[in-house]
């Protein structure tokens, strides 16, 4: 598990360098005291493991940029890739705030040698565009508490067509029959790039009418032979039938025929304990297996913001389960109990 005493510690994402594995992750001081108030102080934290058990904090990666620019209030949720010439590129959402104090989310870049000293870019690369993503707008005309266009997700096209990158966005218009819905417009954003530099924002891969709110923080990943789309939502971001419905919310999980799409989201589940967030897959090199991680979200109404050890990831027909990965300093009580807590 990686905890930090002095900090919370939430969504964060995964990159294999062929040696070791690196953990970039969201963190604020607990000396805050309200842990809503961490997405205001977000800075991007890293870590090195070698099993994904055992974590050495590194320098960080990230910071917030002085006043005006695109991320001076907080570097949020983002992904990391290699470019064929060698360089990684780290995409992460830069929030800032509106005059009468609305958070607007957009995306930059970070460029590394090494993943360890990165140089952010000129930002942003891409904004929420009016035309196919809902832009922020005070009530009572807004629909969204912010504008909603973060968490990058990279990932190279399958037929090598360059990159895409899936965005949590909400739709700029509401779903077919009820353009007036204020909920229930959250769909996976998407642009494309062909160098990892300059990027065209394209229309959504899904449409409105999804029943979430907002989608964040996509991965596309292959278990077991079968593609899937994870993404995370909040019972609180959902419409009100899915409250009455008895739905938890959380990591959910959906089939894909690619990583662009489709996607059932129709048929999308939730990951069995409600008490997770922000779910990540990633092949371990020296099993073959799966592994999933995620952070502890609220347990008994409270934040825990702390990360996961790794399950191992498999299917028991549709439904995906989720196994405590034995290491060599945990006991079969600790493991049950990291699974159910």
């Keep these: ?88 590129f780290m995409f992460y959402t830069g929030a800032s705030l509106t005059a009468d104090g609305a958070n ?79 909920v229930d417009r959250g769909v996976v954003g998407h642009a494309w790039s062909a160098d990892l530099e300059s990027w065209e924002l394209r229309e959504p891969l899904s449409a409105p009418g999804a029943g979430f709110g907002q989608l964040e923080v996509f991965q596309t990943h292959v278990v077991d032979g079968r593609q899937v789309l994870l993404f995370n939502c909040a019972v609180g971001d959902m419409p009100e039938a899915a409250r009455r419905a008895g739905i938890t919310g959380g990591v959910w999980i959906a089939s894909a025929e690619s990583v662009v799409g489709p996607y059932d989201l129709a048929g999308a589940r939730e990951i069995d304990d ?35 050890d790794p399950y191992v990831a498999s299917w028991a027909g549709d439904r995906l389960v989720l196994t405590p990965a034995a290491s060599e300093t945990s006991s079969e009580a600790a493991l049950e109990d990291s699974l159910t807590s």
């Design 1 to 88: 598990m990686f905890k930090l005493p002095e900090a919370w510690v939430w969504d964060f994402w995964l990159v294999d360098d062929g040696s070791d594995y690196h953990l970039f992750f969201l963190y604020a001081s607990r000396a805050l005291r309200d842990p809503h108030a961490r997405h205001y102080r977000a800075s991007v934290g890293h870590a090195v493991s070698s099993d994904l058990v055992h974590w050495e904090r590194v320098v960080d990666a990230l910071v917030r940029s002085d006043a005006p620019a695109f991320d001076d209030l907080a570097t949020w949720t983002g992904s990391v890739v290699r470019h064929p010439d060698g360089r990684w």
């Design 104 to 182: 607007v989310q957009s995306i930059g870049y970070a460029v590394s040698s090494d993943l360890y000293v990165w140089d952010k870019a000129p930002g942003p690369v891409l904004r929420a565009d009016g035309e196919w993503y809902e832009k922020y707008a005070p009530a009572p005309q807004g629909n969204w508490h912010d504008e909603a266009f973060r968490d990058p997700w990279v990932v190279a096209d399958p037929e090598g067509d360059g990159w895409h990158m899936l965005i949590t966005a909400r739709s700029a218009v509401g779903p077919a029959g009820d353009p007036g819905d204020r």
């Design 274 to 308: 409600p008490s997770l967030y922000v779910g990540k897959f990633i092949d371990d090199r020296e099993t073959g297996e799966t592994k999933f991680m995620a952070f502890r979200n609220e347990t008994g109404g409270s934040f825990i913001g702390e990360i996961t």
